[in-house]
C-alpha cells in the first residue's frame, strides 16, 4: 500500500520529498511476503464469498462487479509503470494463473451453476466457463479429479485469464523505483509516535535499530504499516481512529514444491466455505510463482495469537484497547461467536485432520509431499456501529484525519490486489485540491479513472485487452 502511494505521488508530484519508514531489515517482509498471503489477483472470478446466495435462491453478485472493477483498476497502473519503464518485465510480480471454483456434493453444483448463469454475460466476466463433466475437471486441473469417488457430484468454474501475484516483489520493485527518484527508505527504524506540529503537518519520533533516536517533519504522513497501523494512528491521537478496534487471526498453509506435483495443477482453486464459517475460512488450492519457482499452497488454516504483526509484540491485541473501543469490541466479540467457534476447532484439530481438508481438494494428496508454512497475522477491523455498538468487518478500512494531513490503511482481504483504487481514495479525502490538476496524470496512470467498466462492454474488452498484452496474461 505504502509504495503504490509512494509510486503515485512521483508521478503526480515529482518535487516531493518522501520518506519510507520501515521497521524490519526489508520492505516486503510482513504482509506482502508472498508466503504471507495467498498472491491471488483478487477479481472474484473464483472467490465464492463474494457471490452469496439469497434468501430466495438467486445469487448476489454486487460485491463481486465491486471487486473486479478495482482489479482492473491495479492493473491499468500497473501496465502504465510497466510502459513508463518504473517496472520491469511483468513476469517479475504477476504470472498468468487460470481461476477456478471448485465444489461438491448436489446442493454446491447447483449454487454454483446459478452463479456461473448470474455471472457469465456481465463484461468483467467474459470467458467465464462451467461444468459438471469429471474429465472436462480433469483436464482443468488434474489433482482435483483424480481418486475421487465416481458417484460425487461436483463441478467447477474456469477463467483462463487468472492471475498470481508476487506482492512482495512487486513492492521492492516499486520502492526501488522510488530511490532511483530520491526517496529515502531508512531500514530498521521503528516510528514510536506521531505529534501534530503547531503550524500544520507531523513531527514523526524514530528509533533506529542502533544509533539515537530522532524526529523527522513531514506535511502529510501515509501509515502503512498492516496491523501495526490501528497503534500508530492511535498514537496521532486523531480524533477519526476513535472507536476502531482490531481482531488479530494468524494462519498458516500446506505447501508442496514437487515438480511432478505442481505440473498437475496450473491454477488457483477456490472452494466453497463450510456453513457457518467466516469468509477468511474459505479454502483454495492455488500455484504460487515467486522468484520464478513454481508451488501449490493449500488452506488457509487459522490460527490465533495477539500479536497485530508476525513481527510484532504478545501484547499488541491489549495495547490497542481503549475506553472508546472497548464497548465496539465486546459488542462485535458477542456478534461473532461463530468466529470464535471456528478458530477453536481449527486451534483443536490435528495434523490427520488438517490434512483430510487437503485430500476433499486433492484425493491422492500424500502428506510426505507437504509441508507446513505460516502465514502472515491479519488484523480484521472491528468499528463502533450506531445500531450494533460494534462490527467485524472483513475487508479494508481507510481511516484519514478531517484535514487530510494523515491517513492510514486497516484491515485485510483484499487488500494488496486493490491497492490502487484503495490508494486513489487516500488522494481524493487528503488532496480534494490538488484533484483538478492532477486529472490529466491520474487518467495516463488509470486511463478508466472514475468511469466503470461494468456498464461498458465494448470499455471492459477494450481495458481488460490491452492491460492483458502490456502485463503478459495469456487467456
Known amino acids: 500500500m505504502s509504495a503504490t502511494l509512494g509510486a503515485m505521488i512521483k508521478q503526480l508530484e515529482p518535487d516531493w520529498s518522501i520518506q519510507i519508514i520501515e521497521a524490519l531489515d526489508d520492505v516486503a517482509l510482513e504482509s506482502s511476503n508472498p508466503w504471507n498471503n495467498a498472491g491471488t489477483g483478487h477479481s472474484a ?20 462487479v465491486k471487486v473486479n472493477e478495482q482489479f482492473q483498476v491495479s492493473r491499468q497502473f500497473w501496465s502504465f509503470l510497466v510502459a513508463e519503464g518504473a517496472l520491469p518485465e511483468p513476469e517479475a510480480f504477476i504470472n498468468s494463473s487460470p481461476h477456478m471454483s471448485f465444489v461438491w456434493g448436489e446442493k454446491n453444483v447447483e449454487y454454483l451453476r446459478k452463479r456461473f448463469e448470474a455471472l457469465r454475460d456481465h463484461p468483467l466476466f467474459q470467458g467465464l466457463e462451467f461444468s459438471t463433466d469429471r474429465e472436462r475437471i480433469a483436464e482443468w486441473a488434474p489433482l482435483l479429479a483424480s481418486g475421487r469417488p465416481l458417484g460425487q457430484p461436483i463441478a467447477a468454474t474456469r477463467i483462463a485469464a487468472g492471475t498470481d501475484v508476487d506482492f512482495g516483489s512487486l513492492t521492492r520493485l516499486l520502492v526501488s523505483d522510488l530511490q532511483s527518484s530520491g526517496a529515502r527508505l531508512r531500514l530498521g527504524h521503528r516510528v514510536t509516535g506521531l505529534k501534530r506540529r503547531a503550524g500544520g503537518g507531523w513531527t514523526i519520533s524514530v528509533r533506529p ?21 490501528l497503534n500508530l494512528l492511535q498514537k496521532s491521537g486523531i480524533r477519526e481512529i476513535e472507536g476502531f478496534g482490531g481482531f488479530p487471526v494468524s494462519g498458516e498453509f500446506l505447501r508442496t514444491d514437487d515438480p511432478a506435483i505442481v505440473a498437475r495443477h496450473q491454477a488457483k482453486v477456490y472452494g466453497k466455505a463450510a456453513v457457518g464459517s467466516p469468509p477468511m475460512s474459505v479454502p483454495h488450492l492455488d500455484t504460487r510463482v515467486v522468484d520464478g519457482q513454481a508451488s501449490l499452497m493449500f488452506g488457509p ?4 495469537s495477539p500479536k497485530f504483526l508476525k513481527s510484532g509484540s504478545w501484547f499488541d491485541l491489549f495495547a490497542s484497547i481503549r475506553p472508546h473501543n472497548l464497548y465496539p469490541m465486546i459488542r462485535a466479540g458477542l456478534a461473532n461467536l461463530s468466529l470464535v467457534k471456528y478458530l477453536v476447532g481449527q486451534l483443536a484439530a490435528s495434523k490427520s485432520t488438517k490434512f483430510e481438508a487437503l485430500r476433499e481438494f486433492v484425493p491422492d494428496a500424500d ?20 445500531k450494533k455498538g460494534g462490527v467485524l468487518q472483513f475487508g479494508t478500512e481507510v481511516v484519514s484525519a478531517a484535514d487530510g494531513s494523515i491517513a492510514g490503511l486497516l484491515g485485510a482481504s483484499p487488500g494488496a490486489s486493490t491497492a490502487v483504487p484503495i490508494m486513489l481514495d487516500v488522494l481524493e479525502r487528503c488532496f480534494p485540491s490538488r484533484m483538478s490538476a492532477w486529472q490529466p496524470t491520474l487518467r495516463r496512470m488509470v486511463p478508466t479513472y472514475g468511469t466503470p467498466l461494468a456498464t461498458d462492454e465494448a470499455k471492459a474488452a477494450a481495458t481488460l485487452g490491452a492491460t492483458a498484452e502490456a502485463l503478459n496474461i495469456h487467456a
Request: charged share 25%.
Open 45 to 64: 472470478l473464483c472467490e465464492l464469498n463474494y457471490t452469496p446466495e439469497r434468501a430466495d435462491g438467486s445469487i448476489e453478485t454486487s460485491s463481486a
Open 209 to 229: 535499530k542502533s544509533g539515537a533516536a530522532f524526529e523527522i517533519e513531514a506535511a502529510f504522513v501515509f501509515v502503512g504499516a498492516g496491523g501495526g497501523a
Open 301 to 304: 488454516y487459522a490460527g490465533f
Open 367 to 386: 502428506p510426505k509431499d507437504w509441508y507446513r508454512i505460516t502465514a502472515g497475522q491479519r488484523v480484521q477491523v472491528i468499528k463502533r456501529d450506531a
